[in-house]
Nanobody
Framework: VQLQASGGGLVQAGDSLRLSCAVS????????MAWYRQAPGKEREIVAA????????RYADSVKGRFTIARENAKNTVYLQMNSLKPEDTAVYYC????????????????????WGQGTQVTVSS
């Protein structure tokens, strides 16, 4: 199983980025997906999650209204559209896949997600 995250970079506050996570080695449509992030010196936190069908999404309060998670099951890919970026969004962003039921997709600890990508750095300058 491979999860390949991409799309990170260095941007200014207020800019946008779209992260992508290409998944292989599993039946993508059977897995809930999530994005987590970890900033230096801080614990990993969940940013957004989406059910297998894409019909339900959940967001951390800190990103609601700015970030959007979406998936294309035909392309085995999950996205994170990030708008109005802030310096506090600076972190390494990880995608994760898990055989989770819909009510458990927003897993703050990440225990429900068995597969993780390598991370992509997002740096937002003020």
């Amino acid at each position: 199983v491979q999860l390949q995250a991409s799309g990170g970079g260095l941007v200014q506050a207020g800019d946008s980025l779209r992260l992508s996570c290409a998944v292989s080695g599993l039946t993508f449509r059977n897995y809930g997906m999530a994005w987590y992030r970890q900033a230096p010196g801080k614990e990993r936190e969940i940013v957004a999650a989406i059910t297998r069908s894409g019909g339900l999404t959940r967001y951390a309060d800190s990103v609601k209204g700015r970030f959007t998670i979406a998936r294309e099951n035909a392309k085995n890919t999950v996205y994170l559209q990030m708008n109005s970026l802030k310096p506090e969004d600076t972190a390494v962003y990880y995608c994760a896949a898990g055989s989770v039921i819909n009510t458990s997709i927003f897993d703050t600890k990440g225990a429900n997600y068995a597969y993780w990508g390598q991370g992509t750095q997002v740096t937002v300058s003020s």
